[in-house]
């Protein structure tokens, strides 16, 4: 019966409003009033917060002295509950003389009807006393300790719904950010704002040395008289880190490359190198790098203290990587995302012919087809028996010259040694075909 009876006098409310401006002064108030705009759902026109609403004239001017205005007042139950009010005329105007409690009024001229609220700030009246650091403080958030009066300001729309006028307390501390550009943590400042406060405030955890300032209230500010407090030092203990994973790149065209340098993951054929470098923030006294088979790193093989790790993967399969930052006392700690390094299994594939002086950049040099070679060694031999080169890489090549000639069409010999990063031995021999030399030079 209650709700329907709200809900009729809302779309009485709706209609008769429509066009309706509020016409409002007020006299005998010590300060400004403040007028904070209501939202259209609330069927309020504003809120009006009075320094001391005790004694205050609020007065309405009618459009004509000749039209009749009817006041009425509304607490928490809204406006389906108002009651009628008695006020004082004097030509157009018509008044009323507010008392302590903050409340809701109608004004009624003819077929218009006005609501808004009025806040009595001398029952919400904000103290700032002091602030300190308060003794439960954990990795992620800093708790501090308000001493004085902020309660929450409550109105009520036109339903009696309870909404909460915000008094906009500000609270300003040291903290720190990543500058991607510059690659390091830089402090900076953060401003949270409060609506109202309670006897204990959390914020996210400070992540440099920093003091606290809280300012406040607006309306207070409004009128001049806003205060500032602040609390003792803060030392950060909330670590945090930006990490990254540079892999050397390698431009070999006889190289099978897979994995890191192909797909931008990281790994491939080995040897690979790989830089790992964090940027960690002030509490970050604690760093370092961690190598493991698995990717729970219940068994860490590897241990690098500092920021910066290189290292050179050699060995068939997949390495798990981590950085790890702690605080001075072992209790605050950061974990990176886990880094992936899958190191592929070796080839060995060796051409058997190919055409030095020919045609320039079309298979003019002899080389092997690799991946995941680590250890290589390769001597080619003229048929009789003369060595003409000597490969110690898999990436080098023959371009078919020997004492700076091209050497003549014909049959040469290689025989290969090598060792892939999965454990496998490579003793290959074959032939090689020199077809379409430019030029012959008795070999």
């Known amino acids: 019966m209650r709700d329907q009876r709200i809900y009729i006098f809302l779309i009485f409310f709706t209609l008769m409003s429509l066009g309706a401006k509020a016409q409002l002064t007020f006299t005998g108030n010590r300060l400004p009033v403040i007028t904070e705009s209501a939202d259209a759902s609330t069927g309020l026109s504003a809120v009006y917060v009075v320094d001391d609403a005790t004694g205050v004239t609020a007065s309405y001017t009618a459009s004509s002295a000749s039209t009749p205005v ?6 928490t139950l809204g406006g389906g509950y108002a009651e009628e009010i008695g006020s004082d005329k004097s030509g157009n105007v018509s008044s009323i003389t507010l008392g302590s409690d903050d409340m809701g009024y109608i004004v009624e001229e003819g077929s218009k009807r006005i609501c808004f609220w009025i806040v009595n700030y001398a029952n919400h009246r904000c103290t700032l006393d002091n602030l300190s650091i308060g003794p439960e403080q954990d990795c992620t958030s800093a708790q501090l300790i308000f001493n004085g009066n902020a309660d929450r300001i409550v109105y009520y729309t036109i339903n009696g719904v309870p909404r909460t006028l915000s008094r906009g307390l500000t609270l300003e501390y040291s903290t720190m950010e990543y500058n991607q550009e510059r690659n390091s943590y830089e402090q900076c400042y953060r401003t949270q704002v409060f609506e109202y406060l309670s006897h204990e405030i959390h914020v996210a955890a400070p992540l440099c040395q920093t003091d606290f300032l809280l300012t406040g209230d607006r309306f207070q500010i409004s009128w001049g008289s806003g205060k500032t407090i602040a609390s003792e030092g803060m030392a950060p203990r909330a670590v945090e880190a930006v990490t990254t994973a540079t892999q050397t790149s390698r431009e070999i065209d006889n190289e099978q490359k897979g994995g890191g340098d192909s797909s931008g993951a990281l790994g491939g054929s080995a040897p690979v190198e790989i830089t790992f470098e964090a940027v960690v923030t002030d509490a970050a006294i604690f760093h370092e ?21 290189t290292k050179v993967f050699n060995e068939y399969g997949t390495v798990y990587v981590r950085f790890v930052a702690g605080d001075a006392t072992g209790d605050c700690d950061w974990i990176s995302e886990t880094y992936t390094v899958n190191i592929g299994e070796s080839k060995l594939d060796c051409p058997n012919a190919f055409s030095p002086g020919s045609s320039e950049g079309s298979n003019d040099e002899w080389k092997v087809s690799y991946k995941s070679i680590i250890s290589f060694d390769c001597q080619i031999f003229n048929r009789w028996g003369v060595e003409v080169a000597h490969l110690t890489d898999p990436s080098q090549g023959w371009d078919g010259r020997h004492n700076g000639k091209l050497v ?36």
């Open 70 to 75: 009817r006041w009425m007042r509304y607490s």
């Open 408 to 443: 003549k069409s014909g049959v040469f010999y290689y025989v290969i040694q090598a060792e892939g990063a999965d454990g496998k031995k490579y003793n290959l021999s074959g032939d090689i075909n020199i077809l379409h030399a430019r030029y012959n030079t008795g070999y």
């Open 289 to 309: 790098w961690e190598f493991a088979n698995d990717p729970q790193f219940d068994i860490i093989d590897i241990r690098v203290n500092g920021t910066t790790a």
